[in-house]
């Protein structure tokens, strides 16, 4: 145990001191941030006044939608952007020898496989709560429509990306050892998944052929839940303000509020325990890519 | 397993696919002795350590480590093992102490123990200054010192130093084989030592040369240097034509002549039929850099990989 906790505390001080893994990890919340900044924020705009048919809504109700989608956003890529940055330090060991010098001491792979795990958990838990609480506070500014529970509901669903989000990249990382390969993967992690998961564009707008596929990729759903519990209050707050119903659920639609499996609606506990049985899975495939080598190294 | 032997080694054969990196490899290092393992580049000494530590299985052979099997408990193994890599594995970005402190909670070593050890290896390596700074800012000489620490600290019975001097200042190098021979007379630590340097080979009690994964010659630097040169005596304040009346090879020198004899015997042996030539001389062994030559063909230089 003492060991366990002494690597988690050198793997979490080592993200946090290496300003490069750092940084990146921050990089797609900050483009998020600038799309939203400069143009995105505008034409969700638009887009929610025109889908309302010319219904009059105030500006704050119309700011905790358009923010409610950017908050979502960002801690849907964060999330697990995040989590692969900050387990890039088990390739980078690898890479840099330092893996041998920890296997030189009696320790199991085990041990330091979970010490990975739980550090990258706890940093990706760090900086997605701490991004959380910006958003909230940005969302109380521009348009509060949250309950308590809508809170609570987000942070579960951060917590549930972030596991998810670090047992994906345990698994990938797992096969890689070079410095190319941390860059590669990065740099495909950082541009890629804000695509894959509705973060830059709501999936409504893809293709119907890219729709199912993406319906297939589990952080779709991750998305999805933050993106519901971020904007229900706003949208129920449309309804009670007579807007027709068929409207705000065009809304729901438009926005990734509603997601469909080849055209079935996906209810909001099936996200989450697709999203969990996602996590459970992953990290069964971890631990048996762990014994497999443990086995083949003798340890 | 003989009594005094803390490293044996029987057998042992590693491949990786058609090179055959080890072929056969039997040797031992006796307790408290300072080993010198010699071999040019890919001629098997890494890989060699690689197994001995647990980092690499091996295809055959048998390796006992202080009475223990490495394939019955590789984890007491590496309890009894220190090793000092080419070149600094720890952490540039955190400080030296939190290097030492993540390092000694592997084995276990914490709280008031890490304390207590870490002052006597910062009295042993003088650490005082640079505990509180970060491993990536320190010069190559105070990271090596910090790397022989880290070795150290859970006080291993035999500590492996692969080419732990390359690159390294004189001034840095004599406090590093300092601190190296304090250790094996007090704690009687074994030093299992790689290098390039022929003269810090020469001052090692037994030692093995690999060449292509085999043994080819082991002894103490003596047994060597008798077996494979000769002696050499350099001969001052005579022309070439005395030397070459001599009727042996010679070679002019700075001030004189070297003339290469079979051993001490024929040197003394020359010295008494000829004493109007040999009025200023001195005898010497020959090198260990001559000994590797004689033995392997190949000059030792570069870093092995």
């Given at each position: 145990m003492i060991t366990t906790v002494a690597l988690i505390k050198r793997n979490v001080k080592l993200f946090f001191r290496d300003k490069g893994m750092f940084f990146t990890a921050l990089i797609t919340p900050a483009i998020l941030l600038v799309l939203y900044a400069t143009f995105l924020g505008n034409v969700y705009e638009d887009s929610f006044r025109l889908g309302l048919g010319g219904a009059e809504i105030s500006d704050e109700l119309m700011g905790a939608c358009v923010g409610g989608q950017l908050i979502s956003s960002i801690l849907a890529v964060s999330c697990v952007t995040v989590a692969f940055c900050s387990n890039m330090l088990m390739v980078q060991d690898k890479a840099n020898g330092s893996r041998r010098d920890l296997m030189i001491s009696p320790v199991k792979a085990s041990t330091l496989s979970i010490a990975y795990y739980a550090a990258t958990l706890i940093c990706t838990l760090l900086i997605c709560f701490v991004a959380t609480a910006i958003c909230l506070g940005y969302l109380a500014v521009i348009g509060w429509y949250l309950s308590v529970g809508d809170v609570l509901w987000l942070l579960l669903d951060v917590l549930l990306l972030a596991m998810f989000g670090t047992a994906l990249s345990s698994v990938i990382n797992f096969f890689l050892s070079t410095q190319g390969q941390i860059a590669a993967v990065g740099s495909v992690v950082s541009s890629g998944y804000g695509f894959l998961c509705g973060a830059?564009?709501?999936?409504?707008?893809?293709g119907e052929g890219l729709q199912r596929v993406i319906s297939f990729l589990p952080g779709t759903y991750g998305t999805s839940l933050l993106r519901n519990h971020a904007l229900r209050g706003a949208l129920s707050e449309m309804e009670s303000q007579g807007i027709p119903s068929e409207a705000v659920e065009e809304m729901r639609d438009a926005i990734d509020c509603n997601l469909y499996f080849f055209d079935i609606k996906v209810d909001l506990r099936v996200m989450l325990a697709v999203l969990a049985s996602t996590v459970v899975l992953l990290l069964c495939v971890y631990i048996f890519l762990n014994l497999r080598k443990m086995k083949k190294i003798g340890r | 397993m003989e009594n005094n032997k803390i490293i044996q080694i029987e057998g042992l054969c590693k491949s990786f696919g058609d090179v055959r990196a080890v072929r056969d490899l039997s040797f031992s290092v006796g307790e408290g002795e300072f080993f010198a393992f010699l071999g040019e580049n890919g001629a098997g000494k890494s890989t060699t350590i690689h197994i001995l530590c647990g980092q690499l299985p091996k295809d055959c052979g048998r390796v006992v480590i202080d009475g223990v099997d490495l394939d019955k408990d590789p984890f007491a193994i590496k309890e009894k093992l220190g090793v000092v890599f080419q070149s600094s594995v720890l952490d540039?970005?955190?400080?030296v102490y939190d290097n030492l402190a993540s390092r000694a909670a592997l084995y276990g070593i914490c709280g008031e123990e890490f304390r207590k050890r870490l002052s006597e290896l910062s009295a042993m390596l003088d650490l005082g200054d640079l505990l509180k700074r970060r491993v990536g800012k320190l010069s190559g000489g105070q990271r090596r010192r910090i790397d022989i620490a880290r070795a150290l600290l859970h006080r291993p019975k035999i500590l492996i130093l692969d080419e732990p001097t390359t690159g390294l200042d004189p001034k840095t190098r004599k406090l590093l084989w300092g601190v190296i021979d304090g250790l094996r007379k007090t704690e009687k630590t074994t030093v299992f030592l790689t290098t390039h340097y022929m003269e810090e080979a020469a001052e090692a009690d037994h030692v093995v040369i690999l060449d292509n994964g085999s043994l080819i010659a082991e002894g103490s630097p003596l047994e060597l240097k008798n077996a494979y040169t000769g002696d050499f005596i350099t001969l001052y304040g005579v022309d070439e034509e005395g030397v070459r009346s001599l009727g042996i090879p010679y070679e002019p020198t700075s001030g004189g002549y070297r003339l290469a004899v079979e051993n001490t015997a024929a040197a003394t042996e020359l010295i008494v039929a000829n004493p109007e030539i040999f009025r200023d001389y001195e005898i010497i062994k020959g090198k260990m850099d001559d000994v590797f030559l004689s033995a392997t063909g190949k000059t030792l230089k570069g870093d092995d990989a």
């Open positions: 830059y564009m709501p999936i409504s707008q893809f | 540039a970005p955190l400080s």
